[in-house]
């Protein structure tokens, strides 16, 4: 029977519908599905989802390393080892020498789960996952200004009759194509106004009147918008009777912005004073204005700081919590929204709750039928996590459940180095990762298709995940795993593992916190999809849901938003000559680590190496043709890839894909530095070298 479901991919969670094909190569058709966010239509990555349901190499016994190699063992084999050996652990060093570290795709049942077995059954404080990298800066900045973090506060169809969309850092062109498609009418208008230091796809659709390209040098963007603020309020753009009613903190952010009159600005960033003015002058007067953040502007040491000045102008103009404008941020991951609210961060609980509040601990300690005193207080954010693996007093073994590291954390060879270190690596997927690969028990997994649960997109719509299939013989669910750790470890509370059940849990335990599903089950999701009803957190019991936050207030106990001064930590680039600046990102064909892409053909076909864009001068600069073998280098590492020569790259930059392994692994060259507020790792202003090799790139 069809199955009503979403794709397995990005943060849109683009409508699909799967049909069971008994018998055929691939196990199911994949149909787009009429909904607001895809409006049926899919990407390639949607179209060619089913493809890895048949992956040749799909793991479908548990695999246990013996004599340095891993080998096929049965569940009880496995399970047995992965919970003697913790339990050893625990004894020996205490509980915080076993760590977890979860994944922005788990199902909202399993990021819950996944916690509550962290603190409980393991009794550890040393948790925290792959959204660390993705969406913690915006996620600071939010909970900072508005007392919430939501990433997009209103539904992506408020953006269809836009008249101006400020898009910073983010190419969705690329990464979630139908997504474009809510761009139309500020295209129409000329206001599509984006943000990159690359001409990406997203930027090119600024071409003909659609809109403007402002092109800064990377690291630049808080710089832009300091700049874009000084405008609007020496020419008198700003909405005072908003900032007046429904913020606190203009006189500060007003002193912060005075010295970033244009010309400063243009020295800093590269960004014409005339396309300063304009754009600034743009956003004031549009019929209905947003402002959205993504990636680019917020994987930096100072990225929370750069999210609170794009809300700091976005406050200034009037346009949060108006029908018709606002500010809003673009999750990256499928569950990046529900993955960051259930307790699989290093200091939450249930419901956006902070473990450090007594009043949090015992709700949620009522709930787990445990005493609050049982719940270990906050961990450790990911990168510091992942810099104690197999040090003396660090973690000792770790339990990886939908993450890749070894490949998308900064400095991957420190990375791989920590997890070789380890008494025990145990990896839940359903291929081998390379992540995986250097495990010592790996656990197959079932995928999208073969489960039922819940995902959150991007506007805070919670989903209905459907099984289309059965899994493999031999394949478990992460919910079925944890309980069966949770019970040979002797821990306290129930472990349901229904997914129905879960949610159900996870219901009561988010009931009063910030992201409170209360009001929330399966069957209430099932019947408003029946009817295409949407269901919007904050839902708590008794009510609708909540499409529109801020309409009457903010989070925050005064119901006002914070205005935030911000001020650029370094304006120097610590550039040798020869040196370009890195910057990362994604390509339309693969996602994230590449583990799920990189093993569909057409989507390998269509990009089977990473390669390094560079502007022509600059490659000319360097003896570089398109197509050549290059090494881009610096003191962490080397990666080798291949030249793709492109003008709409700064002459100081060079961009590499993120999604390859081994030697063109980019995250090799990206260093650990962190935002000192939302720990998120600088991936976007990294120094290195280009050069020729002249040899082929395997």
Known sequence: MPAATHCPYCALQCAMTLTPEP????????????????????????WTSAELLAAPDRLTTPLVRVDGELRPASWEEALALVADRLSAIRREDGPDAVGVFGGGGLTNEKAYLLGKFARLALGTSRIDYNGRFCMASAAAAG?????????????????????????LGSNVAATMPPFIGHLADARAAGGLIVVDPRRSQTAQLTADGAGVHLQPAPGTDLVLLLGLLHVVLAEGLADE????????????????????????????????????????????????????????????????????????????????????????????????????????????????????????????????????????????????LLGMLGRPGGVRALLVHGSNVVVSGPDASAIRSGLSSLDLLVVSDFVLS??????????????????????????????RRRRALDAPDGVRSELSILADLAARLGAPSQWPTDPATVFDELARASAGGIADYSGLSHGLLDEQAATDEAAHWPYPAGSTGTPRLFLDRFGHDDGRARLVAVRPRDLT???????????????????????????????????????????????????????????????????????????GMRIDTVFLPFHFSGRQCANVLTEGAVDPISAMPEFKRTLVTVEATGQEIA
């Open 23 to 46: 018998g055929a190569a691939t196990p199911v058709t994949v149909s787009g599905r009429m909904f607001p966010t895809n409006r049926g239509g899919l990407c390639k990555k949607g």
């Open 143 to 167: 909970n900072r200004a508005f007392g919430i973090d939501r990433g997009m506060p209103f539904p992506v169809t408020d953006l269809d009759t836009a008249d101006t969309i400020l898009l």
């Open 241 to 384: 009777a908003y900032v007046a009613e429904r913020t606190t903190g203009f006189d500060a952010v007003r002193r912060s912005v005075a010295p970033w009159w244009p010309e400063r600005v243009q020295e800093h960033t590269g960004v014409p004073v005339a396309q300063l003015r304009e754009v600034a002058r743009r956003l004031a007067r549009g019929r209905g204005t947003y402002i959205l953040t993504g990636r680019g502007v917020e994987q930096h040491v100072d990225g929370t700081d750069t999210a609170t000045a794009a809300i700091n102008l976005a406050l200034v103009l009037g346009l949060v919590g108006r029908p018709g404008s606002g500010y809003g941020t673009l999750t990256g991951q499928g569950n990046g929204q529900g993955g960051r609210e259930h307790g699989q961060k290093s200091d939450q609980l249930p419901g956006y709750r902070k473990i450090a509040d007594p009043e949090a601990r015992a709700a949620v300690a009522a709930v787990w039928g445990v005493d609050p005193g049982t719940i270990p207080g906050p961990g450790v954010p990911a990168v510091e």
């Open 573 to 647: 680039t610590g550039r040798a000559t020869g040196e370009l600046t890195l910057i990362t990102g994604r390509l339309l064909e693969h996602y994230q680590s590449g583990a799920q892409t990189r093993r569909v053909p057409e989507l390998s076909a269509a990009q089977p190496v990473a390669r390094a864009e560079l502007h022509p001068a600059t490659a000319a600069r360097l003896g570089i043709g398109d197509g050549d073998p290059v090494r881009v280098r610096n003191v962490r590492g080397t990666v080798t890839a291949t030249a793709q020569l492109s003008d």
């Open 434 to 463: 390379e992540t995986a690969a250097l495990a010592d028990v790996v656990l197959p997994v079932t995928q999208w298709a073969e489960e039922e649960g819940t995902m959150t997109n991007l506007e805070g719509r919670v989903l």
